[in-house]
């Protein structure tokens, strides 16, 4: 059965960073047997606000996306959102405050900084078999 965005949404993930930005004091613990999404902000809110409808101009765009972030900012789980859509990758909507535009360039970063990282290590490697 095809799922839409919402349903994806809905099943999937939300975001943990938005935890950082609520006192610890005021936030509840987390039932750690519940799957994380349970407590997603988003789940409460309309999918429209988390994925473009076809044709969407611009500015309606942004708009759109900067409320959408602002409700991840609200989210005590946008952390494991935003890495489940990091790691899934979802390729639309946005997921632990983040777009899909935005995951892009994190995830090229982290490419990036993964190959550096390798590179290094054989360059070290090579230096102490050599020697």
């Known amino acids: 059965m095809l799922q839409t965005p919402h349903q994806s949404l809905q099943v999937a993930a939300v975001p943990t960073q938005r935890a950082a930005a609520i006192p610890s ?8 047997d519940a799957p994380w999404h349970t407590e997603a902000v988003c789940r409460r809110d ?12 611009t500015a309606a765009r942004l708009s759109r996306e900067d409320a959408a972030k602002r409700v991840c900012g609200g989210c005590p ?11 899934q990758p979802e390729p639309y909507g946005v997921w632990g405050g983040l777009t899909a535009a935005e995951r892009r360039v994190v995830l090229a970063r982290r490419r990036r900084r993964d190959l550096e990282r390798q590179q290094s290590t054989r360059a070290t490697d090579h230096i102490a078999a050599a020697g």
């Open 46 to 57: 309309e999918a429209g606000l988390f994925f473009a409808p076809s044709k969407e101009p």
């Open 25 to 32: 004091q005021r936030r509840p613990a987390r039932d750690q």
């Open 77 to 87: 789980v946008m952390a494991e959102c935003r890495e489940h859509a990091l790691l």
